[in-house]
């Protein structure tokens, strides 16, 4: 905001405050197309000072990655120490004005970083990997399952019967003859049999899992076309991957996730939702009734008598 010098004449004030407003009126038309019809003075000036105190939001579409929700701060490097998290709140990051409404509170579980890459030898026996704990992560709807390999740690998605103490395997071979996986182990889409289920599938090779990640899903391979395999997805489709995509076997924990109820609206805040009254509110009319007000006095009287105009007759057309 520029500050005017208090020695200036009046009427250079009432210019430069003119200049402002044809700005604003610029800024508010210059995106909008106004029908014939009549604008009244005051909603036209609400409207010039609401459209130059308040900067406009470009909402984008459902599906492209901005979340109102929260945000998690990921380290430059992997780690398995629990991240920092900022929720929002329904607000717009930038702005920090509210733009989905409904959204409040947050997760107090701690969030994970999960390792969606399962890397593994190309020749020679599979890489051999440990359970070491399976949390149940409430930020995320299935498990996880803290594993070691080497002398290092990584947190993966649980399988529905992985427990702590189990060995995984991972190989990225393509073997001649397919492969007998257990439940947990890591392979390629080409070494694994017809009619295995699988979850954590790749988009394209070394690009980490992808699909098939949510509670208690799983696909299932269903056939092979030369150099792709055809899996079943959760949702029916069947989608064809290259054979050197990587996969793991088995179905994912918490399969009772989608058949829970919430049970109480404190679960559903930890959900990240805010709750609502439901009662019914008299003013708005949300919920029930509505207030409105009576009707106007209706004027009833005997109806005046008109005499008809004469209706006159003659014989010629």
Known sequence: MVNLPNNLPSTVLCLSFKIKYIMAL??????????TAMVARRNL?????????????????????????????????????????????????????????GIGG?????????DWYRVGPTEGP??????????????????????AVGDKLKYILATENMKAGDIIKTSCKLPRIPV?????????????????IVHCVEKEPGQGGLYIHAAGTSGTIVRKQDDRVIVQMPSKRLFSFNQLCMAVVGRLSNVLHGSTPIGSPQR???????????LW??????????????????????PTSTKLPPIILNMTP
């Open 180 to 196: 007998r996986a257990n439940e947990g182990d890591a392979y390629v889409l080409g070494a694994l049999p017809i009619g295995t």
């Open 106 to 114: 947050g997760i107090k579980h701690k969030y994970h970083w999960i």
């Open 268 to 278: 559903n805040r930890w959900l990240g939702n805010r709750p609502r009254s439901g």
């Open 26 to 35: 610029n800024r508010l038309f210059s995106n909008l197309t106004i029908a």
């Open 45 to 101: 000036h609400v409207g010039v000072v609401h459209s130059a105190s308040k900067p406009n939001i470009e909402k984008p579409k459902p599906g492209f990655g901005k979340s109102y929700r929260r945000i998690v701060h990921f380290p430059e490097q992997y780690t398995v120490k629990p991240l920092e998290v900022t929720n929002l709140a329904g607000r717009d990051p930038e702005t920090g004005r509210v733009v989905a409404k």
């Open 281 to 302: 509110q008299r003013k708005s009319g949300r919920h029930g009734r509505k207030i409105k007000p009576p009707k106007p006095v209706k004027q009833i009287c005997n």
């Open 126 to 147: 599979p890489q051999e990997e440990k359970v070491i704990q399976i949390i149940e992560d409430g930020c995320r709807t299935a498990h996880v399952a803290l594993v």
